[in-house]
């Protein structure tokens, strides 16, 4: 553990010397806008590290140790550390900084805490990190989910949080690292609107604690992060960076998850409006422009890796005859469009139903950008930047309602509009200041309800905070422990097989696909697999009955079965 | 700009939340509509921009403000509090 700390250690101090290092060379000159660019950086070269980790064998905590070190070395040897300097900080109360200490020590003590719980990210976002840390690479295994080939940037954030200990506990923090993304985002839009310095703050922390953005983030879900790129980019095209720079942001943010790209006319609406404004800085184009194709080749990659395996780049979207019973819409829908909508102003934007990170028929706005966001969008409303902001925001929305199926889901697809209702409020703190009692309670509300989630309720919450970090992993539902060095997998969507590896990813586990009973028990036993982990979707649950009946499988607690020892021989 | 096309956008300029808010005092149930955010916010819209800046203005700001939020905290709050274990 200590080397992997050390290791993890290390590869930090590379990251914040190599994005240090490209910083310079495209730097604006505006501080704030130029603490965004290196956060976009560290994600561009992390992600960088991961994928060619993982396409050449070498994601172990030595293989990626190794080169973190040999980077590191060499940034040393050419006297990087030497060359940072000394960040000019923000104007603030001091108050201000206590409570950015309160949200931030909240974000840690969640991420130490909470162990991947939630169904998504158990059976579909973190199986496939199971398998590459195991096999110390990528792997064609994904999971049973039939969406474990969707892009997976995200994913290469959290597995850079695993591979060193080759432990989850740290794997939330990869959600974290939008967090600061996004607030640093929104600092950068109050800046670009005419805030001092302590009503963009403000902002990024209501932004910050806008509950679905905050419960996602630590949920093993993207959507968090995908929100988290949206205002980023919004940032950097309404700053006018150079197009090598918003270029690495859509790239990066295509890589974490497509829905990222239903925001995208919005933000070339915010390009074209803003084009009159002058550009900020002038970077060297070459590395700006060498930037620019380095994060549209990240992002493309997942795209590119699915195009030349199933031969769609949206696969399984789009592709005929797959089994995909996770309904989700593959183009523009206008009906879906209008239940969104509807469903957005008479009802979600109020929050009715206890929040988590999948915001169920909510919106996970949270207080302050009901009470004092959507009011806000209307002050001062023809000053022209704020104009451009709130149009170009109208149009990614409508964008994204356009194209998300309309589920109780659909508006944690749009979690980016708190940045913006965040500005809105932190305008309204800075104008008017006899509202400032009120948006100090909303902050305090958004804060107190975000803090236990639905979906990790006390009971639950209080058990994993008992269990050592060692062996802290969310219990199965339906009862039952894991055994033994292998588990076989059978069944679809709602399989949480993630719990299956351990949370040291000690386990092996293997997926079976079988089409008959007989096949599934002489596949567990070519595979050494004497416990098996199902769920109860219709096709798997006469499979197993079958089994059964054939003397091949022993029912154990909740969804795990033992192969018979008769059929082991 | 001619003293009609600015008179006229003046119009438009309130006539514009009068409208959403026409729509949605007929579209929404009677139990619902004191309680419906797009009105308050159109409402909000037509004072302030007939009364312009000044105090009116920032006294409608702090009323309509503080009435979202005790929406919001009537609707949401109890789930919260629940959560949290405040609540039973």
């Known amino acids: 553990v200590i080397a992997g700390v050390l290791l993890l250690l290390a590869g930090q101090l590379a990251l914040f010397l190599g994005a240090h290092e490209l910083l310079r060379r495209v730097r604006t000159g505006d501080a704030a806008l130029d603490l965004l660019i290196f956060l976009i950086l560290r994600l561009l070269l992390l992600s960088g590290a991961v994928l060619l980790a993982g396409l050449s064998g070498t994601l172990t905590r030595w293989g990626l140790g190794t080169a973190a070190l040999t980077a590191l070395a060499a940034l040393l040897a050419g006297g990087a550390q030497r060359r940072v300097e000394r960040p000019s900080l923000p104007r603030l109360d001091a108050w201000m900084l206590w409570l950015a200490g309160a949200v931030a020590l909240r974000y840690l003590l969640q991420a130490w805490f909470f162990a991947p719980h939630l169904g998504d990210a158990l059976a579909y976002h973190l199986p496939k990190i199971g398998e590459w840390v195991r096999a110390g690479g990528f792997t064609r295994e994904l999971g049973l989910h039939p969406h474990a080939t969707f892009p997976a940037g995200f994913e290469l954030l959290e597995t850079w949080w695993v591979v060193f200990l080759r432990h989850d506990v740290l794997i939330e923090m990869a959600g974290v690292e939008f967090v600061v993304l996004g607030a640093a985002a929104v600092f950068v839009l109050g800046k670009h609107v005419g805030l001092k310095d302590g009503a963009a703050f403000l902002a990024a922390l209501l932004f910050a604690v806008s509950p679905g953005f905050c419960l996602g983030a630590t949920s093993g879900l993207n959507d968090s992060a995908a929100a988290a790129m949206v205002a980023a980019t919004a940032a950097l095209v309404a700053s006018r960076v150079s197009w090598g720079i918003v270029a690495l942001s859509v790239g990066l943010g295509l890589g974490i998850k497509a829905t990222y790209g239903f925001a995208l006319p919005g933000l070339a609406l915010l390009a074209g409006l803003s084009r009159r404004e002058p550009r900020l800085g002038d970077p060297a184009r070459g590395w700006s422009a060498a930037l620019g194709a380095a994060g549209l080749l990240a992002g493309a990659f997942w795209y590119a890796r699915n195009a030349l395996w199933f031969g769609n780049p949206f696969y399984p979207l789009g592709s005929a005859g797959v089994f995909n019973p996770v309904a989700v819409q593959f183009g523009p829908s206008v009906r879906s469009f209008l239940g969104n909508v509807t469903a957005l102003i008479d009802v979600r934007v109020y929050d009715p139903q206890p929040l988590g990170a999948n915001v169920d028929e909510s919106a996970g706005w949270g207080a302050a950008a009901f009470a004092l966001g959507l009011p806000g969008l209307l002050w001062n409303a023809g000053e022209p930047r704020w104009r451009r902001l709130v149009t170009a925001f109208g149009v990614s929305l409508a964008g994204s309602l356009l194209f998300v199926q309309n589920d109780p889901w659909c508006l944690k697809y749009v979690f980016y509009v708190p940045a913006l209702l965040a500005v809105a409020a932190g305008r309204l703190w800075e104008a008017l200041p006899p509202l400032r009692g009120i948006v100090l309670a909303a902050l305090a509300a958004s804060f107190a309800g975000s803090i236990v989630s639905y979906d990790l309720p006390r009971r639950d919450l209080s058990g994993l905070a008992a269990q050592p970090w060692r062996t802290r992993a969310a219990p199965l539902r339906e009862g039952g422990a894991f055994r033994g060095d292998t588990v076989a997998c059978v069944g679809g969507h709602a399989l949480k097989s993630y719990l299956a590896y351990g949370p040291d990813f000690s386990r092996r586990v293997v997926y079976l696909r079988p089409a008959v009973a007989d096949e599934l028990a002489a596949a567990m036993k070519r595979e050494g697999a004497e416990l098996l982990f199902a769920d109860s979707d219709p096709r798997t649950s006469e499979l197993l009955q079958r089994a059964i009946e054939a003397g091949a499988l022993q029912p154990l607690e909740g969804n795990l079965y033992r192969l018979r020892d008769g059929s082991r021989k | ?88």
């Open chain 2, 1 to 88: 700009m001619t003293a009609f096309r600015s008179r006229l956008l003046a119009g438009l300029r309130l006539a514009a939340p009068l409208a959403v808010a026409v729509w949605r005092v007929s579209t929404r149930p009677a139990s619902e509509v004191w309680h419906d955010w797009l009105l308050i916010v159109s409402l909000l819209d037509f004072v302030s921009t007939l009364s312009g800046p000044g105090r009116a203005r920032s006294a409608a700001y702090a009323a309509a403000t503080a009435f979202l939020l005790g929406i919001y905290l009537w609707g949401q709050g109890p789930h919260a509090l629940r959560l949290l274990g405040v609540l039973p």
